[in-house]
Structures are given as structure tokens and as C-alpha cells.
């Protein structure tokens, strides 16, 4: 009666996301709905980001909150896209309309909102679509709108996680693995400062420890010598935890020579690494984002 969207004529596929919402939710608990789509139109050729919530169109008003989470997230959402990636990007609006995903006959236990990226019938648009860290960044803007929207329905000064930590290296001493690292950036619309930082280190590069709180950018590691170590570094604070640096590595040489320098190089991450894929002869060729086999900035480990 949830899930399935033919069992009692009971709907389709996208009030199917919105029913489960609302039946996984727990009673009383904070919770927001916002569902990511990309638009297109009968003829082509338009462009820009649009956001939904569920207007008089319906047959009952919108639940409290889902205009403000609106205009939020789309606010985010072009100021994110039009700092990092074209500075006159079409800023559609927020709207109203009685999509199943945000009507309230579906999902009245939380304020709902779809967001239409961009269109994926227009060459340009397209572009962006299929650029992995364009869609990085739209992510960040709409997690810093949820954010944004708790806060200031609370009353209280938002904290957005850090961005992760760059110019990681692990260098070789006389007293062991030296760790050293810069702040990621910060401010609007990326994420906040961090006020501390977790090392997690591994002998393999792959299984990892639960992290070493540091207050610093460096920090040494005591190792045998011989032994390989590898290290990343996240960023914290009120917000949370910021996705992972890459990774580095040393090996702790007996002497606290460090005669051979191993640089990661490998910082591509862009729609030439998209895979190829058949899934069906209706469909033709397609291209698959799976960033796990595209870049998982580790390439350090195998070399």
C-alpha cells in the first residue's frame, strides 16, 4: 500500500518517494522533503534552475514551511551556480504546482519542495548536468538551504560543515611521519571554517581507524620503520564533518631519509571519465555517473 504503485490504483513511481516519506518518518521528528529532478520542455531550448512546492493547485495548502525551504534552497542554488559556474545562469523562481512528490495528500508530515536542476533537453544545460562537480555544488546548496531553513526557523545562526582539507603530505623525518595539511576554503557558498581537525590513518589505505582529534594543520606520527602509512584529514566543527582530503602516504625509512618523492597527480574529475553504458536497445548508448570508479582521490595507494 506504500511502495507498490499499481496496488489499488494507490498512484505512480514519484508519489510512491513522498509516501514512503512520510510512512519512514517518525512521529514528532524534524524532517524536510526536497526532491532533486532535471526539467525539460515540449519544444527544447530553455535553460536555468526552478523550485516547486505545492500551491493553490492542490486541494489542500501546502504544508507550513515548504514556500520558506523553497526559496531557500533556490536561493542557495544560484548563488552557488552562477558564483562557480556562469555567472548569468537563469534564475527560474520558485513556483507552485501539484506535483505528487510535494502535494500534501501524499506527505503531510513535512514541508516538501522539488527542484528542477536544469534541463536536460538543452545542449547547455547538459553540459553542466554531466559535470560531476557541478552537481557537488549543487548538492552543497541545497544542504546549506535545508540548514539555513532549520536555523532560521529556530532562530539561532547557522554552522555549515567544512570543506576538506587540501595540500595534504606525509613526509618522512628522523622521528617518524610528519602529517601536514591547509584549511579548506570557506565562506559562502561553500561550508565554514573548521575548528579542529580528525586524522584517520591506515597501514593498507583502504580499512581505516576511528580518527585522532588534532588542533593543529600538522601533526607527527610515530610508525616503524618500513612500514607504509597512510593518512587523510577531515575538517570539524559545530556543523559536522567535512568529506575526506585525498589520500597520502609514507614509509618510514630507517635513516629519516626521505629519497623518493611520490606526488598524486590524478585530480580529474569531469564528464570525460562518465562510463559507457547499453542498458537497452530502446534507450541506445547512455553515460553512467559513478564516482567510485571515477575518482576516489586515493590513487596514492595502489602506486
Not at 164 to 172: Q, V
Request: negative net charge.
Amino acid at each position: 500500500s506504500v511502495y507498490d504503485p499499481y496496488w489499488n490504483g494507490n498512484g505512480s513511481d514519484p508519489s510512491v518517494r513522498s509516501r514512503w516519506s512520510a510512512w519512514e518518518h517518525p512521529s514528532g521528528e524534524d524532517a524536510v522533503y526536497l526532491s532533486w529532478h532535471t526539467n525539460a520542455t515540449a519544444t527544447g531550448g530553455a535553460r536555468g534552475t526552478v523550485t516547486y512546492y505545492a500551491g493553490n493547485e492542490c486541494s489542500s495548502p501546502a504544508v507550513d514551511g515548504s514556500l520558506d525551504l523553497s526559496e531557500i534552497v533556490q536561493e542557495e542554488l544560484i548563488d552557488s551556480i552562477t558564483t562557480f559556474w556562469e555567472s548569468d545562469w537563469y534564475d527560474r523562481g520558485v513556483k507552485t504546482a501539484c506535483f505528487s512528490e510535494v502535494a500534501p495528500y501524499n506527505n503531510d508530515e513535512m514541508p516538501s519542495t522539488l527542484v528542477e536542476l536544469a534541463f536536460h533537453d538543452t545542449e547547455e544545460d547538459v553540459w553542466h548536468i554531466k559535470q560531476p562537480k557541478f552537481r557537488l555544488d549543487s548538492s552543497r546548496a541545497m544542504y546549506r538551504g535545508i540548514v539555513r531553513y532549520f536555523a532560521e526557523r529556530d532562530g539561532i545562526t547557522p554552522t555549515f560543515l567544512p570543506e576538506p582539507p587540501t595540500d595534504i603530505r606525509a613526509i618522512n623525518t628522523d622521528n617518524g611521519v610528519e602529517v601536514s595539511w591547509k584549511p579548506g576554503p570557506s565562506g559562502a557558498p561553500l561550508g565554514d571554517s573548521a575548528d579542529e581537525y580528525v586524522l584517520y590513518s591506515s597501514l593498507d589505505g583502504r580499512s581505516w581507524d576511528n580518527g585522532t582529534i588534532v588542533d593543529d594543520t600538522s601533526t607527527l606520527l610515530t610508525t616503524e620503520a618500513g612500514d607504509n602509512l597512510y593518512v587523510r584529514v577531515t575538517g570539524t566543527n559545530e556543523g559536522g564533518e567535512s568529506f575526506p582530503s585525498n589520500v597520502v602516504g609514507a614509509r618510514h625509512s630507517p635513516d629519516g631519509t626521505a629519497p623518493i618523492l611520490v606526488v598524486d597527480a590524478f585530480d580529474r574529475l569531469d564528464s570525460g571519465l562518465l562510463e559507457w553504458e547499453d542498458p537497452h536497445y530502446s534507450i541506445g548508448m547512455i553515460v553512467r555517473m559513478n564516482t567510485r570508479r571515477m575518482n576516489t582521490y586515493d590513487i596514492i595507494v595502489p602506486h
